[in-house]
């Protein structure tokens, strides 16, 4: 799965169809060999990140490669939760841009919030982010997709290339509050 973090255009909360601060509760599903998993995701958004921590996250990820970036984003004020359950992880990264279906929201948080893999002997180290991908259509329909343990590397067409420890993807819908 490619991201598209650092050719997304700038986007002020004003310009924004999403209304923040964003409670939202997704469906989120994923099938693995052994089980199908249902789950309710809970995304509390107080507001975007600011456009120069962004660039200074993306310039340490070009720079700096993960870990760089791993060290920049862990020094950001948190903007919000996700949350699955008890379990919640900050978020510290959150941009909004144009999207031919609407608005795409990315959100990243410096830790993982779960792993689900096929192979239960698979190395967790270095999978240390949580990734979410939200599409928001015009009618507040959502649909995405979420990474509960990732990692990124600069390169591809995008300039950012995310690598996720589980084999298949969660997806999740839902709507705006309104």
Known sequence: MVVLLSSLPIVSAAQSTIPYPLDVTLDARTKTEVAAVNASVTISLNRLMEESRRQRVLTALKENGYPGCLTVLRSLPPVGVVRIGKREVEIKFAHEAAH??????????????????????????????????????????????????????PGGETGVVLDTFGEEPVTLSGKLPR
Request: glycine residues 12%; charged residues 25%.
């Open 100 to 153: 031919p279906q609407g608005r795409r929201v990315v959100l990243v948080a410096d830790q993982p919030l779960f792993f689900l893999a096929n192979d239960p002997g698979k190395r967790r180290a270095g999978y240390e982010l949580t990734m979410v991908e939200l599409i928001v259509d015009a009618k507040g329909g959502i649909s995405g997709m979420m990474a509960g343990a990732a990692r990124v590397k």
